[in-house]
């Protein structure tokens, strides 16, 4: 009985002895979970964080009216007046925001694509105040906005479209093309190709007031402006005397 007294006492002492260092172990642990959830807090938090700015839109398009161009070579700024706009509101950034009804000032680089209004490749010399321009612009930490895409949407080709010729303007290699429903003035230059049926050698020259022709080039019905890259004279040539010989 003694010796069953003796050992409880024993195993009773070394658990008293035991029962500090226990303790610390699971204080340790408990630190060590702590500490394992705050890392991991912090990184999901930063994981957010980054997500949220990649989902903050930092691109807007809008439609609008071009009221001035600083120039016809990059970089420049454009100015447009604007119609619709989306998104209508960016969060999170500085600077003025394109704004329905307002004028907004931005930039066009090397690297901004400019379309006509069918998705061919235009310039800043094909543009004019009054076009109306579909615009994607990206938004800058530093408040500034850059032009990624300006589609020139009153600018487009002109598909043989037939005409009476008004007037000719000799001086300035151009004529007055009068149509159903329009007038267009039709601008001519080395590289427009006139045919005529029945001639090898028509130039600019052989044209007539009164003339039936068909006009391919590049319009911007904005200023009613046709670039002419063909013009096809809808004229009979009367036989020539050598012909009739």
Known sequence: MKKIFIVSLIVAMSL????PALANDDRRNDSDKTASTLGLENKVKEAKEKLAKKLIPRAVTFKGELVKLSGTTLPAELTVKVVIVSPKKMKKWTGV???????FTFK???KTVLARGYGAKS???????????????????????????????SVHM??????????????????VLKQDKRVLTV????????LLKGSTTTTFADLKVGDAVAVKGVVNTNLKVVEARTVVIKRVLAPSTEASL
Not at 16 to 19: D, G, N, R
Not at 130 to 153: F, M, Y
């Open 16 to 19: 008293l002895t035991l029962a």
């Open 123 to 153: 310039s800043l010399s094909e543009m004019a105040v009054g076009d109306q321009l579909r615009v994607v612009v990206k938004h800058g930490e530093d408040g500034t906005w850059t032009a990624k895409v300006v589609k020139d949407n």
């Open 187 to 194: 601008k001519v230059s080395d590289k427009t190709k006139f």
């Open 97 to 103: 925001h394109p704004e329905a009804t307002k004028e």
């Open 108 to 110: 066009v680089t090397d």
């Open 158 to 175: 002109l598909w043989s479209k037939k005409g009476t010729v008004e007037s000719i303007d000799v001086t300035n290699r151009s004529f």
